[in-house]
């Protein structure tokens, strides 16, 4: 999971707080709201926490996005919960499979 940190300073410029909780409802207003975002695609898991790989990213997410403000770094972290019952079509348009993280720059999907 170091590879996040990196992906982040490479992006690194203005400062950013914490992880930006997304919904599948304002997603497209949100990702368009930032210059740049990185978001992590997860599986939350069932009541048993089935799905060790979103939880372990989750976990590395929320730290990485806490050593943003120390780096001022221009981009937002943000995760949104592939439990959310509207995500089949967000993901299809985007070729996404659980877990997984984009860039969006300006509301684009960007390759890295």
């Known amino acids: 999971m170091h590879s996040v940190a990196a992906l982040i300073v490479i992006l690194a410029s203005s400062a950013a707080k ?8 304002n997603f497209e207003m949100d990702i368009s709201s930032y210059r ?3 978001v992590n695609f997860h599986d939350a898991g069932d009541e048993n926490g089935s799905n060790k790989a ?3 990213l989750s976990s590395e997410w929320h730290a990485a996005a ?8 221009d981009i937002e972290m943000a995760q949104i919960n592939s439990s959310d019952p509207n995500i089949d079509e967000l993901m ?17 999907i ?3």
């Open 66 to 73: 806490g050593l943003l403000p120390d780096m001022g770094a």
């Open 92 to 108: 299809s348009s985007f070729g996404i499979t659980i877990p997984t993280i984009k860039i969006f720059r300006k509301g684009a």
């Open 18 to 25: 914490s992880v930006v909780q997304l919904q599948v409802t």
């Open 110 to 112: 960007s390759s890295w």
């Open 36 to 38: 740049f975002l990185a």
């Open 54 to 56: 979103s939880e372990r």
